[in-house]
T-cell receptor
Framework: DAGVTQSPTHLIKTRGQQVTLRCSPK?????VSWYQQALGQGPQFIFQYYEEEERQRGNFPDRFSGHQFPNYSSELNVNALLLGDSALYLCASSIGTWSSYEQYFGPGTRLTVT | GNSVTQMEGPVTLSEEAFLTINCTYTATGYPSLFWYVQYPGEGLQLLLK?????DKGSNKGFEATYRKETTSFHLEKGSVQVSDSAVYFCALPIGGNQFYFGTGTSLTVIP
Protein backbone atom coordinates (compact mmCIF):
# COMPACT_ATOMS: atom_id res chain seq x y z
CA ASP A 1 0.00 0.00 0.00
CA ALA A 2 1.64 3.22 -1.15
CA GLY A 3 1.71 5.99 1.37
CA VAL A 4 1.49 9.66 0.55
CA THR A 5 3.52 10.55 -2.51
CA GLN A 6 4.67 13.97 -3.64
CA SER A 7 6.27 15.28 -6.78
CA PRO A 8 8.68 16.63 -7.65
CA THR A 9 11.23 15.94 -4.94
CA HIS A 10 13.20 19.09 -5.54
CA LEU A 11 12.51 22.22 -7.51
CA ILE A 12 14.43 25.40 -8.24
CA LYS A 13 12.54 28.46 -9.42
CA THR A 14 13.26 32.15 -9.96
CA ARG A 15 11.54 35.02 -8.16
CA GLY A 16 8.28 35.96 -9.85
CA GLN A 17 7.71 32.55 -11.39
CA GLN A 18 4.86 30.20 -10.65
CA VAL A 19 5.10 26.63 -9.34
CA THR A 20 2.80 23.62 -9.02
CA LEU A 21 3.40 20.84 -6.51
CA ARG A 22 1.51 17.56 -6.55
CA CYS A 23 0.33 15.12 -3.91
CA SER A 24 -1.34 11.72 -3.99
CA PRO A 25 -2.92 10.72 -0.69
CA LYS A 26 -2.66 7.38 1.04
CA UNK A 27 -5.12 4.82 -0.27
CA UNK A 28 -8.51 5.28 1.38
CA UNK A 29 -7.85 8.85 2.47
CA UNK A 30 -10.07 11.66 1.19
CA UNK A 31 -8.60 14.76 2.84
CA VAL A 32 -5.39 16.51 1.90
CA SER A 33 -3.63 19.22 3.88
CA TRP A 34 -0.61 21.26 2.79
CA TYR A 35 2.09 22.60 5.09
CA GLN A 36 5.10 24.84 4.60
CA GLN A 37 8.19 23.98 6.63
CA ALA A 38 10.92 26.60 6.64
CA LEU A 39 14.41 25.50 7.56
CA GLY A 40 14.69 24.83 11.28
CA GLN A 41 10.99 25.46 11.90
CA GLY A 42 7.89 23.39 12.44
CA PRO A 43 5.38 22.92 9.62
CA GLN A 44 2.85 25.72 9.14
CA PHE A 45 -0.63 24.92 7.87
CA ILE A 46 -1.44 26.37 4.45
CA PHE A 47 -4.86 24.86 3.67
CA GLN A 48 -6.90 21.69 3.57
CA TYR A 49 -9.03 20.15 0.83
CA TYR A 50 -11.97 17.83 1.29
CA GLU A 51 -14.60 16.89 -1.29
CA GLU A 52 -12.73 19.04 -3.82
CA GLU A 53 -13.21 22.20 -1.80
CA GLU A 54 -10.88 24.26 0.37
CA ARG A 55 -12.22 23.71 3.89
CA GLN A 56 -9.69 25.47 6.08
CA ARG A 57 -6.94 27.97 5.43
CA GLY A 58 -3.99 29.14 7.44
CA ASN A 59 -2.41 32.56 7.41
CA PHE A 60 -1.07 32.48 3.85
CA PRO A 61 -1.66 35.02 1.06
CA ASP A 62 -3.82 34.40 -1.98
CA ARG A 63 -0.68 33.66 -4.00
CA PHE A 64 -1.05 30.19 -2.51
CA SER A 65 -3.90 28.27 -4.07
CA GLY A 66 -4.82 24.66 -4.51
CA HIS A 67 -7.03 22.12 -6.05
CA GLN A 68 -8.32 18.65 -5.25
CA PHE A 69 -9.30 16.20 -7.95
CA PRO A 70 -12.06 13.58 -7.89
CA ASN A 71 -9.46 10.89 -7.12
CA TYR A 72 -8.50 12.92 -3.98
CA SER A 73 -5.08 13.91 -5.29
CA SER A 74 -4.18 17.55 -4.87
CA GLU A 75 -2.08 20.36 -6.25
CA LEU A 76 -0.55 23.36 -4.53
CA ASN A 77 0.09 26.39 -6.71
CA VAL A 78 2.21 29.34 -5.71
CA ASN A 79 2.26 32.45 -7.90
CA ALA A 80 4.72 35.35 -7.99
CA LEU A 81 7.34 33.44 -6.04
CA LEU A 82 9.33 35.26 -3.38
CA LEU A 83 12.67 34.29 -1.88
CA GLY A 84 10.81 33.66 1.37
CA ASP A 85 8.77 30.90 -0.27
CA SER A 86 11.85 28.68 -0.21
CA ALA A 87 10.90 25.78 2.06
CA LEU A 88 9.94 22.14 2.29
CA TYR A 89 6.30 21.72 1.29
CA LEU A 90 4.59 18.81 2.97
CA CYS A 91 1.37 17.14 2.02
CA ALA A 92 -0.61 15.20 4.61
CA SER A 93 -3.61 12.98 4.03
CA SER A 94 -6.28 11.78 6.41
CA ILE A 95 -9.83 10.48 6.59
CA GLY A 96 -12.35 13.26 7.00
CA THR A 97 -11.72 16.61 8.61
CA TRP A 98 -11.67 15.63 12.25
CA SER A 99 -8.41 15.97 14.14
CA SER A 100 -8.59 12.65 15.92
CA TYR A 101 -7.72 10.90 12.72
CA GLU A 102 -4.04 10.36 12.09
CA GLN A 103 -2.45 12.41 9.35
CA TYR A 104 0.06 10.67 7.10
CA PHE A 105 2.76 12.90 5.65
CA GLY A 106 4.59 12.61 2.39
CA PRO A 107 8.35 13.13 2.07
CA GLY A 108 7.87 16.69 0.86
CA THR A 109 8.96 18.85 -2.05
CA ARG A 110 11.99 21.04 -1.46
CA LEU A 111 11.41 24.38 -3.24
CA THR A 112 14.29 26.77 -3.69
CA VAL A 113 13.58 30.26 -5.02
CA THR A 114 16.56 32.18 -6.35
CA GLY B 1 -5.73 30.26 20.40
CA ASN B 2 -4.25 26.79 20.68
CA SER B 3 -0.47 26.57 20.59
CA VAL B 4 2.51 24.59 21.89
CA THR B 5 5.86 25.66 23.24
CA GLN B 6 8.59 23.16 22.73
CA MET B 7 11.98 22.73 24.35
CA GLU B 8 14.71 24.19 22.19
CA GLY B 9 17.50 22.00 20.93
CA PRO B 10 19.66 20.66 19.74
CA VAL B 11 19.96 17.78 22.17
CA THR B 12 22.94 15.42 22.07
CA LEU B 13 22.90 12.22 24.12
CA SER B 14 24.98 9.12 24.41
CA GLU B 15 23.39 5.80 23.50
CA GLU B 16 21.27 4.34 26.34
CA ALA B 17 20.83 7.73 28.02
CA PHE B 18 17.43 8.94 29.27
CA LEU B 19 15.59 11.41 27.05
CA THR B 20 13.11 14.14 27.96
CA ILE B 21 11.83 16.70 25.49
CA ASN B 22 9.53 19.25 27.08
CA CYS B 23 6.30 20.45 25.52
CA THR B 24 3.69 22.71 27.09
CA TYR B 25 0.44 23.71 25.49
CA THR B 26 -2.18 26.44 25.54
CA ALA B 27 -5.60 25.31 24.48
CA THR B 28 -9.29 25.93 24.65
CA GLY B 29 -10.85 22.77 25.98
CA TYR B 30 -8.97 19.50 25.92
CA PRO B 31 -7.73 18.74 22.43
CA SER B 32 -5.80 15.62 21.50
CA LEU B 33 -2.02 16.03 21.73
CA PHE B 34 0.55 14.54 19.37
CA TRP B 35 4.25 13.91 18.95
CA TYR B 36 5.59 13.61 15.42
CA VAL B 37 9.10 12.57 14.37
CA GLN B 38 11.01 13.58 11.25
CA TYR B 39 13.97 11.44 10.28
CA PRO B 40 16.62 12.99 8.03
CA GLY B 41 15.34 13.52 4.50
CA GLU B 42 11.86 12.25 5.29
CA GLY B 43 8.40 13.60 6.03
CA LEU B 44 6.78 13.59 9.44
CA GLN B 45 5.56 10.40 11.07
CA LEU B 46 3.13 10.17 13.95
CA LEU B 47 5.06 8.88 16.96
CA LEU B 48 2.30 8.85 19.58
CA LYS B 49 -0.82 10.64 20.68
CA UNK B 50 -3.09 11.11 23.68
CA UNK B 51 -6.73 12.03 23.35
CA UNK B 52 -7.68 13.11 26.87
CA UNK B 53 -6.24 14.23 30.19
CA UNK B 54 -4.13 11.62 32.03
CA ASP B 55 -3.86 9.51 28.88
CA LYS B 56 -0.42 8.09 28.18
CA GLY B 57 0.63 7.65 24.57
CA SER B 58 3.42 5.21 23.82
CA ASN B 59 5.25 3.83 20.82
CA LYS B 60 8.74 2.44 20.07
CA GLY B 61 9.76 2.92 23.71
CA PHE B 62 8.69 6.58 23.76
CA GLU B 63 6.02 7.78 26.17
CA ALA B 64 4.17 11.03 26.84
CA THR B 65 1.44 11.74 29.40
CA TYR B 66 -1.27 14.34 28.85
CA ARG B 67 -1.11 16.40 32.05
CA LYS B 68 -3.93 18.90 32.41
CA GLU B 69 -2.71 20.40 35.69
CA THR B 70 0.66 21.42 34.23
CA THR B 71 -0.56 21.75 30.60
CA SER B 72 2.31 19.55 29.52
CA PHE B 73 2.95 16.62 27.19
CA HIS B 74 6.63 15.83 27.68
CA LEU B 75 8.23 13.13 25.55
CA GLU B 76 10.40 10.54 27.33
CA LYS B 77 12.42 7.48 26.50
CA GLY B 78 14.38 5.44 28.98
CA SER B 79 17.23 4.36 26.73
CA VAL B 80 17.85 6.10 23.41
CA GLN B 81 19.49 4.48 20.40
CA VAL B 82 21.46 5.95 17.52
CA SER B 83 18.45 5.25 15.30
CA ASP B 84 16.37 7.69 17.38
CA SER B 85 18.37 10.60 15.97
CA ALA B 86 15.72 12.82 14.37
CA VAL B 87 13.70 15.99 14.88
CA TYR B 88 10.72 15.70 17.22
CA PHE B 89 7.65 17.92 16.99
CA CYS B 90 4.91 18.45 19.53
CA ALA B 91 1.56 19.30 17.93
CA LEU B 92 -2.11 19.93 18.64
CA PRO B 93 -5.15 20.68 16.49
CA ILE B 94 -6.35 24.26 16.27
CA GLY B 95 -9.57 23.54 14.43
CA GLY B 96 -10.71 20.51 12.51
CA ASN B 97 -7.67 18.85 11.01
CA GLN B 98 -5.49 21.97 11.12
CA PHE B 99 -2.48 21.37 13.34
CA TYR B 100 -0.14 23.73 15.18
CA PHE B 101 3.39 22.32 15.33
CA GLY B 102 6.12 23.33 17.73
CA THR B 103 9.45 24.48 16.37
CA GLY B 104 10.97 21.02 16.70
CA THR B 105 13.76 19.58 18.84
CA SER B 106 16.71 18.01 17.09
CA LEU B 107 18.09 14.91 18.81
CA THR B 108 21.46 13.38 18.03
CA VAL B 109 22.43 10.12 19.72
CA ILE B 110 26.10 9.22 19.66
CA PRO B 111 27.42 5.67 20.10
Amino acid sequence: DAGVTQSPTHLIKTRGQQVTLRCSPKSGHDTVSWYQQALGQGPQFIFQYYEEEERQRGNFPDRFSGHQFPNYSSELNVNALLLGDSALYLCASSIGTWSSYEQYFGPGTRLTVT
Amino acid sequence: GNSVTQMEGPVTLSEEAFLTINCTYTATGYPSLFWYVQYPGEGLQLLLKATKADDKGSNKGFEATYRKETTSFHLEKGSVQVSDSAVYFCALPIGGNQFYFGTGTSLTVIP
